[in-house]
């Protein structure tokens, strides 16, 4: 070592250590610039055309453990989880999005906070997103039965409690646990929202209550909503098209009786009930005393986490597969994505032995158990033709995978699935 030309060199310690944080510094903005981009970009490439008209359902998994939880959560604007839902959904953009597992409360107020701290602020470089028309629906979720409905010897445990949830019309933790909501930038005609929260399953045709496991009186009172079964229609272009949501019960936690896989194929067999002729349907009492399903003719959507893949997992999959194939649905083709094919090959597990199209999955869950499943859907009727379709699950090298992530998720399990639909206007109304 020449020891002069060491001392007089200056130090390029200092100088290296910093030049390495900045050149870190400047690829973490390079990549948070590439996905802000990106965003941007993918998000104006996507946007419907005039004329038509972009559906969506998105389980945004915004529930809290105990009342009131998720309203000081929503409080803070800075909430990584729920500004990441809030871009996937200025990301897609619907024009009409029913909102699975957001708490309930009497004012709205959840809702509320999410759509003005959140939707109404631009998220990762996207447009902020309004949606000046909601409906907030009540829910079965945390609501005291009185019954002991999983037979482990009580009815009173306390909110919060697991047996509490288990004892109640739907399972929650208090009530309102797990509710859902429709936006919309068309007007609700919410005098003419139809709601079935309070239907009792043994007034289904055909309902298929475990015969044994409840008591007479629990049988009597039950409720085939799990949340609520509701027709909300959304004036469009001289139109009016009916969301038909709901968000059946999983069909698990539960034991050989299957109570849970029984309660979620009758929650799902409503819909094509409510969509069949007039002498079924008519046994259909809606909560304001309107009996039968949806006259012939008119428009529709059904929309929701509906915790049911029609080839696998561990529900009744004849339900599923009897919606897809009512002769007033558009069952296909099936919305897709890259990125649910990828993770199946990727996570291995009983994916690997799953007979359905992982592209077609939406649901992203334990892969030792169920694996990845398609359970949500947008089902437009078949006076809608479909014009283009997705499930946003990107691929692992796609920027905008951060926003779906891998297990823990940073939002949710489930991935918003969109469908675009072609509405043609009535007789001299302009196109929507």
Known sequence: MDVRATA?????TGTAAARTA???AMRTACVACLVTLTLALTAAADTPAAGEIRFATFNVSLHGSREGEILERLADPTWEMARLAAATIQHVRPDVLVLNEIDWDAGGDALRRFLDHFLAVGQEGLEPLSYPYRYVAESNTGVASGFDLDRDGRSDHPPGERGYGNDAFGYGLF????AMAVLSRFPILEKDVRTFRLLRWRDLPGALIPVGWYGEAAAQALRLSSKNHIDVPVAVGGRIVHVLAS?????SFDGPEDRNGRRNHDEIRFWSLYLDAQDE???LVDDQGRRGGLPPGAAFVVMGDLNSDPLDGSSRGEAIRSLLGHPRVQGGPAPRSAGGAEQARLQGGVNLGHRG???EDTADFDDDDAGNLRTDYVLPSIDLPIVASGVFWP?????LFRL???YPFPVSDHRLVWVDVRLQPLANEAPP
């Open 357 to 359: 199209d992982p592209a």
């Open 8 to 12: 007089d060199r200056p130090s390029l």
């Open 404 to 406: 779906v992530g891998s």
């Open 395 to 399: 691929a692992v090298d796609d920027p």
């Open 22 to 24: 900045t050149l870190s």
């Open 175 to 178: 009530p309102g646990q797990y």
């Open 247 to 251: 968000h059946p019960t999983p069909p």
């Open 281 to 283: 349907a008519d046994r």
